[in-house]
């Protein structure tokens, strides 16, 4: 199954403060396990974000989720703040 990925209009703010290698391990990360097999490499998050999966990069973290052939990443950032602020697609 082939997967297509959407970021939300926030992604460049988030993105703005990681630095470039992490931004290149991440861009890697997206291309080279997101989009081959979410399901796979994606752990579901629970609680208040049932429904949702998240990717590990290091100490960075990927959250999306998955609606038939879409990817749509929500937020990306550092672990201990990633989960703090919720996004709404």
Known sequence: MEYSVSYHPEI???????????????????????????????????????GFRKLRVGDYRIIYKIKKEQITILKIGHRKEVYKKERKE
């Open 12 to 50: 460049h703010q988030d993105i703005s403060s990681i630095p470039q290698n992490i931004k290149l391990r991440i861009k890697k990360a997206i291309e080279q396990r997101l989009l081959i097999d979410p399901l796979k490499f994606g752990e579901p998050l629970r609680r208040s974000l049932q």
